[in-house]
Nanobody, 122 residues
Framework: VQLVESGGDSVQAGGSLRLSCTSD????????MAWFRQVPGKEREGVAA????????YYGDSVRGRFTIAQDNAKTTAYLQMTSLKPEDSAMYFCAAGQTCGNWWKASEFGYWGQGTQVTVS
């Protein structure tokens, strides 16, 4: 399973961005897609997740109400709409796919990862 992120950019505080994560071969067993972010020297942080077969969504406390995760009708692309961006949102954002969203905030629950896309908020 290959995941490819896009949409990262440099924006001013208060601005918006939409990240995309496209997969070429998600299987039914990859039931959960998630976004994580990481800054140098810190652990990867779970941002949001979506259960592919029911559209249930999950958010980290720091982004709830500002970020929205969604997927396309074909369920092969996940989006992360980010609004009211803050400098502390600056990070490398990674897309991940895994079998369950049960512990979605844990990076160890996901077996497939993209290469990341950089978001910088100033």
């Amino acid at each position: 399973v290959q995941l490819v992120e896009s949409g990262g950019d440099s924006v001013q505080a208060g601005g918006s961005l939409r990240l995309s994560c496209t997969s070429d071969s998600l299987t039914y067993s990859s039931n959960c897609m998630a976004w994580f972010r990481q800054v140098p020297g810190k652990e990867r942080e779970g941002v949001a997740a979506i259960y592919r077969h029911g559209d249930f969504t999950y958010y980290g406390d720091s982004v709830r109400g500002r970020f929205t995760i969604a997927q396309d009708n074909a369920k092969t692309t996940a989006y992360l709409q980010m609004t009211s961006l803050k400098p502390e949102d600056s990070a490398m954002y990674f897309c991940a796919a895994g079998q369950t969203c049960g512990n979605w905030w844990k990076a160890s629950e996901f077996g497939y990862w993209g290469q990341g896309t950089q978001v910088t908020v100033s």
